[in-house]
């Protein structure tokens, strides 16, 4: 198989020539003016709505400009890939409007709704394989069966083709926004986004400031950027799935550390706030990689006042069945879910007194489980409680001291959080 000799020079002329690329067969998205986030933080607030792509996620440009440049000889034995879900769907819609036979290695944590669509947009002509538990062990596991049989891989980030394909957002954008745009926030995942979109930006609208959004629990590229070379996580959390990679690519790390001007590492439940905000208020519905770059406005309220900002939406594929996951993250972040281990005195109505004299007017039990299978009402229960308000907090610790219950608060010891909640 002849393998395509990859060029050392990206430029601002690679996501232009992709933009004719692409243009026959993925739909530009609009740049739509946000009444209530500008009202918010007293500014002008565009968002670009890649959720809106066919797919539902940019990844189908970078996929789909990638593929589209392939060599019979690098099509020979087909092509392969990993990804946690959306550049999932780009190979595959890609390999069905261009029949190329394609395998695709998935995380198995990758919600159901992704491989379900995976599927629909492959449409028999991709194999998908759920392999690890994050898409580095994914890739890895991909990138074997590609030597093994011969597949061309097609990287999701770290691969000049890619990155020109999610450069064509921010033609887009240039083309579609009225005035001149002062702030530019995008999610920072593995890196391609914001590499193409900031080379574009930097080249046409230098005055422009690029701000990277990654969660905390994958900072991969501000960790990089601390050490002035690309560095791997030892772990991450995976919840932010599409931009939850250990290893950011060392093109696009080359190209970010140039261009990019600061990086904002934005906590998971702050996260799922905004994305339920999106969705209670504007009715736009994310996932959680898509709401970052809203999430990162509140870090920036005062700089932005009286700007212009476009804050790329960068994907929609949201799993409902990962909504309760979603409102506790939030709460917990919010302050106003709190788990405790209680041991509850051994005297009647003492469950009774805990309900009426420790909880306030406005708490609720959301959990109630005892921790032990037998003679359960002489052991520690594990109790769930939702305030109204995150100042509620203070007053019922001391409620719960003040009436003489042993308590252990599950939230403040991430070990025992993990095993109960």
């Given at each position: 198989?002849?393998?395509?000799?990859?060029?050392?020079?990206?430029?601002?002329?690679?996501?232009?020539?992709?933009?004719?690329?692409?243009?026959?067969?993925?739909?530009?998205?609009?740049?739509?003016?946000n009444h209530l986030l500008s009202e918010r933080?007293?500014?002008?607030?565009?968002?670009?709505?890649?959720?809106?792509?066919?797919?539902?996620?940019?990844?189908?440009?970078?996929?789909?400009?990638?593929?589209?440049?392939?060599?019979?000889?690098?099509?020979?034995?087909?092509?392969?890939?990993?990804?946690?879900?959306?550049?999932?769907?780009?190979?595959?819609?890609?390999?069905?409007?261009?029949?190329?036979?394609?395998?695709?290695?998935?995380?198995?944590?990758?919600?159901?709704?992704?491989?379900?669509?995976?599927?629909?947009?492959?449409?028999?002509?991709?194999?998908?394989?759920?392999?690890?538990?994050?898409?580095?062990?994914?890739?890895?596991?991909?990138?074997?069966?590609?030597?093994?049989?011969?597949?061309?891989?097609?990287?999701?980030?770290?691969?000049?083709?890619?990155?020109?394909?999610?450069?064509?957002?921010?033609?887009?954008?240039?083309?579609?926004?009225?005035?001149?745009?002062?702030?530019?926030?995008?999610?920072?995942?593995?890196?391609?986004?914001?590499?193409?979109?900031?080379?574009?930006?930097?080249?046409?609208?230098?005055?422009?400031?690029?701000?990277?959004?990654?969660?905390?629990?994958?900072?991969?590229?501000?960790?990089?950027?601390?050490?002035?070379?690309?560095?791997?996580?030892?772990?991450?959390?995976?919840?932010?799935?599409?931009?939850?990679?250990?290893?950011?690519?060392?093109?696009?790390?080359?190209?970010?550390?140039?261009?990019?001007?600061?990086?904002?590492?934005?906590?998971?439940?702050?996260?799922?706030?905004?994305?339920?905000?999106?969705?209670?208020?504007?009715?736009?519905?994310?996932?959680?990689?898509?709401?970052?770059?809203?999430?990162?406005?509140?870090?920036?309220?005062?700089?932005?006042?009286?700007?212009t900002v476009v804050c790329i939406v960068s994907?929609?594929?949201?799993?409902?069945?990962?909504?309760?996951?979603?409102?506790?993250?939030?709460?917990?972040?919010?302050?106003?879910?709190?788990?405790?281990?209680?041991?509850?005195?051994?005297?009647?109505?003492?469950?009774?007194?805990?309900?009426?004299?420790?909880?306030?007017?406005?708490?609720?039990?959301?959990?109630?489980?005892?921790?032990?299978?037998?003679?359960?009402?002489?052991?520690?229960?594990?109790?769930?409680?939702?305030?109204?308000?995150?100042?509620?907090?203070?007053?019922?610790?001391?409620?719960?001291?003040?009436?003489?219950?042993?308590y252990r608060e599950v939230n403040k010891d991430?070990?025992?959080?993990?095993?109960?909640?």
């Amino acid at each position: 198989m002849n393998q395509k000799v990859e060029k050392k020079v990206f430029n601002v002329e690679d996501i232009i020539i992709a933009s004719h690329t692409i243009k026959d067969e993925i739909s530009p998205t609009p740049l739509q003016y946000n009444h209530l986030l500008s009202e918010r933080y007293d500014c002008n607030v565009y968002l670009k709505r890649e959720d809106l792509q066919s797919v539902r996620s940019f990844k189908i440009r970078g996929a789909y400009n990638r593929i589209k440049k392939l060599s019979p000889g690098e099509l020979e034995n087909g092509i392969i890939c990993a990804s946690a879900g959306n550049h999932a769907q780009g190979v595959a819609y890609s390999c069905h409007l261009l029949q190329i036979n394609g395998k695709i290695f998935m995380p198995t944590t990758t919600p159901k709704q992704k491989v379900n669509q995976v599927k629909f947009w492959g449409k028999g002509s991709v194999e998908i394989v759920l392999a690890g538990d994050t898409f580095d062990d994914a890739s890895e596991q991909a990138m074997a069966c590609s030597q093994e049989e011969k597949r061309t891989f097609i990287h999701p980030f770290d691969d000049y083709d890619v990155i020109a394909g999610q450069g064509t957002v921010a033609v887009e954008i240039l083309n579609d926004c009225p005035v001149k745009m002062d702030y530019l926030f995008g999610a920072i995942g593995g890196g391609g986004l914001m590499a193409g979109v900031g080379t574009y930006l930097k080249h046409f609208s230098p005055q422009t400031r690029l701000i990277g959004v990654e969660p905390e629990g994958a900072p991969g590229m501000k960790e990089s950027f601390l050490k002035g070379e690309v560095t791997t996580l030892k772990t991450i959390d995976p919840f932010v799935d599409g931009a939850a990679v250990k290893t950011v690519g060392t093109k696009t790390f080359s190209i970010c550390k140039e261009i990019v001007d600061d990086i904002i590492v934005i906590p998971e439940g702050k996260v799922c706030t905004t994305l339920l905000s999106l969705y209670n208020e504007n009715a736009i519905v994310v996932e959680p990689t898509g709401a970052l770059s809203i999430a990162a406005l509140d870090t920036y309220a005062e700089e932005i006042k009286g700007k212009t900002v476009v804050c790329i939406v960068s994907g929609g594929n949201n799993d409902i069945g990962r909504m309760q996951e979603i409102k506790e993250r939030s709460k917990l972040y919010e302050g106003l879910q709190h788990y405790f281990i209680v041991q509850f005195p051994q005297r009647p109505g003492a469950l009774r007194e805990f309900l009426f004299d420790v909880l306030g007017p406005n708490d609720d039990i959301s959990h109630f489980e005892y921790t032990k299978k037998n003679n359960r009402e002489t052991g520690p229960a594990l109790v769930g409680i939702e305030l109204k308000d995150k100042h509620d907090y203070f007053p019922l610790i001391e409620r719960i001291k003040t009436k003489g219950f042993l308590y252990r608060e599950v939230n403040k010891d991430s070990t025992l959080f993990q095993m109960l909640v």
